[in-house]
């Protein structure tokens, strides 16, 4: 059966690697157009770029770089985007950094370069992308969120708060957009198998959460379509140590 996500056009962050890779090769299967958006690794998300043309010549994939400190450089991405593929219908905030270390040695550059990423670039994409989702009656904006929005952990304050105010953030915009058939939807996964995985002190990565089945439940999630809808989805791991 064809998915309600089939031509519609999404605009990823952090696209270049792990998790974001994934939801991107999901959603180019599920028949979405896609801007991917990278902050560093031009290569990984030029490669993957063209593995998704490959694959699926009949649909759209545009890769571009950005540096997402820059905040206000982020509505000129919002509208090449959208020179590119017209009104984006998909925004998901992927993009993340994972400061580790305690306090004492965490900076304030450290500080307010996670909430850059982790919070502020999410407000900025949502606040720009929403008006159009609005007028259309339609829209998905799935924020990356992480158990630490939950919870707090010894050497990741900065991370923790980060994830506990894009949690916030993501309840508002789930009620203030639902009247106009724009989901919000805040997926707040364990830890999961990528290379920012690999910072997590003292747990067993092999118990981690694998990319590629998280990317397809996010799928699921936003194919729902109906009357039930879903404001914020936990996921945690099986065996945790």
């Not at 309600?4 to 157009?33: D, P, Q, R």
């Not at 958006?37 to 770089?65: T, Y």
């Not at 364990?190 to 799928?219: C, H, R, W």
């Amino acid at each position: 059966m064809k998915s309600v996500l089939a031509g519609k056009n999404a605009f990823i962050t952090g696209a270049s690697g792990g998790l974001g890779k994934e939801i991107a090769i999901n959603l180019a299967f599920l028949g979405a157009n896609i801007f991917l958006v990278a902050g560093k690794n031009s290569k990984a998300v030029d490669d993957l770029r063209d593995l998704l043309r490959e694959r699926h010549p009949g649909q759209k994939f545009f890769s571009s770089i950005f540096d997402f400190s820059n905040s206000p450089g982020l509505e000129d991405l919002g509208k090449k985007s959208e020179d590119i593929l017209g009104n984006i219908d998909i925004l998901i905030n992927c993009a993340g950094v994972f400061p580790v270390g305690p306090i004492e040695e965490i900076t304030l550059q450290d500080l307010e370069n996670c909430f850059q990423v982790n919070l502020i670039a999410p407000f900025v994409l949502s606040k720009y992308f929403c008006s159009n989702m609005k007028k259309s009656k339609w829209g998905r904006i799935v924020n990356i969120g992480s158990s630490s929005a939950y919870a707090g952990f010894p050497n990741t304050a900065a991370y923790c708060a980060s994830k506990h105010a894009l949690l916030g953030f993501s309840r508002s915009l789930f009620h203030e957009f639902k009247r106009f058939g724009v989901r919000c939807i805040s997926v707040s996964p364990g830890s999961i198998k990528t290379e920012m995985g690999k910072n997590v002190i003292g747990q067993d990565y092999d118990t981690f959460i694998e990319p590629k089945e998280l990317a397809e439940t996010i799928g699921n999630l936003m194919a729902a379509d109906g009357n039930m809808i879903l404001e914020e989805v936990r996921i945690n791991r099986m065996f945790v140590q």
